[in-house]
């Protein structure tokens, strides 16, 4: 149980474009969705919350117009990096956190590598 | 200011040698989680801790949570090539909403 599933899982796209990765919970429902970047030999870096009908909350730094997160339902979220540049290039993995669960754990994706041209 | 230390940051140890990664943090946790990241990979749930003191045991890994719930460390026995990864502690201080993670320690064991 707790198969949180990521799509892509890389993909490569030029500067200028948009790129919109999804996370789906597939055994479970799940009202709070997490977005992380990683960087390479990083720790994960929280980027925002997501949160099932309402408004993401986003972390200090991170550009709400940049990187759309919509939570439209109880087992998806996705996250849209528009105009992509080539700094945006990164890990990006998503978790969600399982309503009800013993000690509210975090289940995360496989991640998504964006490579931006 | 990161609010969980782990250490050491890098570890490349032989086949068969034991090893122990600790957390810290001057925060008090009502939980906290390791993980285990392979490159390309996301974090894999290994273990949660919640109360102080508490050791828990996952084949030849050994978790366990501080008295005062503000540190953990991980003990690996008798370490094999499949342990190498990322390990990651992560838990939500007292009055936070958000998982904070540690600064990672990376393992190499070579065989």
């Known amino acids: 149980g707790a198969v949180v599933s990521q799509h892509p899982s890389w993909v490569i796209c030029k500067s200028g474009t948009s790129v919109k990765i999804e996370c789906r919970s597939l055994d479970f429902q799940a009202t709070t969705m997490f977005w992380y970047r990683q960087f390479p030999k990083q720790s994960l870096m929280l980027m925002a919350t997501s949160n099932e009908g309402s408004k993401a909350t986003y972390e200090q730094g991170v550009e709400k117009d940049k990187f759309l997160i919509n939570h439209a339902s109880l087992t998806l979220s996705t996250l849209t990096v528009t105009s992509a540049h080539p700094e945006d290039s990164s890990f990006y993995i998503c978790s969600a956190r399982e309503e009800g669960g013993t000690y509210n754990e975090q289940f995360f994706g496989p991640g998504t590598r964006l490579t931006v041209l | 200011t990161q609010l969980l230390e782990q250490s050491p940051q890098f570890l490349s140890i032989q086949e068969g040698e034991n090893l122990t990664v600790y957390c810290n943090s001057s925060?008090?946790?009502?939980?906290l989680q390791w993980y285990r990241q392979e490159p390309g990979e996301g974090p894999v749930l290994l273990v949660t801790v919640v109360t102080g003191g508490e050791v828990k045991k996952l084949k030849r890994l050994t978790f366990q949570f501080g008295d005062a719930r503000k540190d953990s460390s991980l003990h690996i026995t008798a370490a094999q090539p499949g342990d190498t990864g990322l390990y990651l502690c992560a838990g939500r201080p007292r009055g936070f909403q958000k998982l904070v993670f540690g600064t990672g320690t990376r393992l190499l064991v070579s065989p």
């Open positions: 925060s008090v946790f009502s939980s």
